[in-house]
C-alpha cells in the first residue's frame, strides 16, 4: 500500500474532506497539521507545494495539490467516487455543488467589520443557503426517492460532503429544518461506524 501524508494546517478546513475519505476507507496516513504559530508554516513545506498553498497529498513522495483533486484522487482509488462514468460525474457536480456553498460560507465567515459581517450572514442564512440546500433535496429526489445516496446505491464522497456541509453549517439540525431528506442523508453518513469513530475522536478546532 503506498504512504499517504495529508498536509493541511490544525483545522478541517480544505482538508477535511480527504480526512473523511481515508477514515471511511479504512486507510491509514500520515495527518500532518502545521501551526504557523509555531514557524511551521511556511517553514520547510511551503518549497513543496507547487502553488504555494496548502493543503497537499503526498503519495510515495509525489506531490499532488489543490484540494478537490486530492479528494478525486481519493474517491477514485478508494472505491467511493461512484461506480459508473454518469455517477462519478454526478458525484463531482455535487462537490462542486458544496464548493459553492463553502465559497458563500467565506464571505462573511472571515470578515472583520461586525456589521458587515452579520449582514452577509443574514442573507446567506435566509436567501442563498435556503436556495442551495433546495436544489439539492430535489436532486436528492430523484435517486430512489431520496432514501439512499446521491448517486448510485453505495455511499460516495459526495456522501461524505454532505455530512462536511454540514459541519460547515455549525453542526446543527437547523439550516436544514426545510429540507428532511438532506439532513436524513448527512445523518446517516454521519453514522456510518467509521466516519462515527473520526467523528468521535478528531481534534476540535475552530475551523
Known sequence: MPNYQLVYFNGRGRAELC??????????????????????????????????????????????AQ??????????EFNLAGKTSWDQARADMFIDEFDDIGTEVVKFAFEKDEAKKAELSAKFYADTLPRHLG?????????????????????????????????????????????????????????????????KTRAQTSF
Open 19 to 64: 480526512r473523511l475519505i481515508f477514515h471511511t476507507a479504512g486507510v491509514p496516513f500520515e495527518d500532518i497539521r502545521l501551526d504557523h504559530t509555531k514557524g511551521e508554516w511556511p517553514g520547510e513545506w511551503k518549497a513543496k507545494c507547487p502553488f504555494g498553498q496548502l493543503p497537499i497529498l503526498v503519495v510515495d513522495g509525489k506531490v499532488l
Open 135 to 199: 436544489y439539492l433535496e430535489n436532486l436528492l429526489k430523484e435517486n430512489n426517492g431520496g432514501d439512499g445516496y446521491f448517486v448510485g446505491d453505495s455511499l460516495t464522497w459526495a456522501g461524505l460532503g454532505i455530512a462536511n456541509v454540514y459541519d460547515l453549517l455549525g453542526g446543527t439540525d437547523a439550516p436544514f429544518a426545510k429540507f428532511p431528506l438532506l439532513l436524513a442523508l448527512a445523518k446517516r453518513v454521519r453514522e456510518n461506524p467509521k466516519v462515527a469513530e473520526y467523528l
Open 67 to 76: 484540494s478537490r483533486a486530492a479528494a478525486r484522487y481519493l474517491a477514485r
